[in-house]
């Protein structure tokens, strides 16, 4: 089936707007995850999820930052008064099962949020 | 703290040579080791993976080492090729665990 999606693509907004991001994860997994990525760093956890278990929100950076999933579907990143520090690629993934040594994470292509 | 990192933040490499790709990590908890690729505008995608019970693993043109003695891990490529151009990241984590850490990456540039 598809792969990971993530909607918008691109996100221009200006300092102080509330952001809003999409990721539809492959059908089936009960495991999801944001990262950050600042430009020519590594990815950063944020948030994950595993199917009604409450989410694993340690790697929000402030109460700025929220999420929400679905059941075992879609889930939103919330930026709300967005800063320029939160210019960043925001990634999501997906996996069939949360831990384990072959759950493979599936990346979606990511959303590059500009904050100007 | 943990922390996974690499060794050179750039690697330029003639076509058709081998490439090495270095990372070293500090949780001597971790046991399980992922590299990932990452093209330009696309998110990271899953090269190989290795358990800490092994010290080599190979796929297709790929070759992982890990020495768990000095808590390092190399990618090996064979035969690089121009598509192999893009940002190579090293994860870890424990196998019981969903959290990967990554390192900040090496960008590969193939030379034609």
């Known amino acids: 089936g598809a792969g990971v999606s993530q909607s918008p693509s691109n996100k221009v907004t200006e300092k102080g707007k509330d952001v809003e991001l999409r990721c539809d994860p492959i059908?089936?997994?009960?495991?999801l995850y944001w990262y950050r990525q600042r430009l020519g760093q590594g990815l950063e956890f944020l948030i994950y999820f595993q199917g009604n278990s409450a989410p694993d929100k340690s790697g929000l950076p402030s109460d700025r930052f929220s999420a929400e999933r679905t059941g075992e579907s879609v889930s939103t990143l919330t930026i709300q008064r967005t800063q320029q520090e939160d210019s960043a690629v925001y990634l999501c993934a997906s996996s069939f099962l949360g831990g384990g040594s072959s759950n493979e994470q599936f990346f979606g292509p990511g959303t590059r949020l500009t904050v100007l | 703290g943990e922390s996974v990192g690499l060794h050179l933040p750039t690697l330029s490499v003639q076509e058709g040579d081998n490439s090495i790709i270095n990372c070293a990590y500090s949780n001597s908890a971790s046991d399980y080791f992922i590299w990932y690729k990452q093209e330009s505008g696309k998110g990271p995608q899953f090269i190989i993976d290795?358990?800490?019970?092994?010290d080599k693993r190979q796929g297709q043109r790929v070759t992982v080492l890990l020495n768990k003695t000095v808590k390092h891990l190399s990618l090996q490529i064979a035969a690089t090729q121009p598509g192999d151009s893009a940002v190579y990241f090293c994860?870890?984590?424990?196998?019981?665990?969903?959290?990967?850490?990554f390192g900040a990456g090496t960008t590969v540039t193939v030379r034609a």
């Open positions: 059908s089936g997994h009960t495991a």
């Open positions: 290795i358990r800490s019970n092994m």
């Open positions: 994860a870890e984590r424990r196998s019981n665990d969903y959290k990967l850490s």
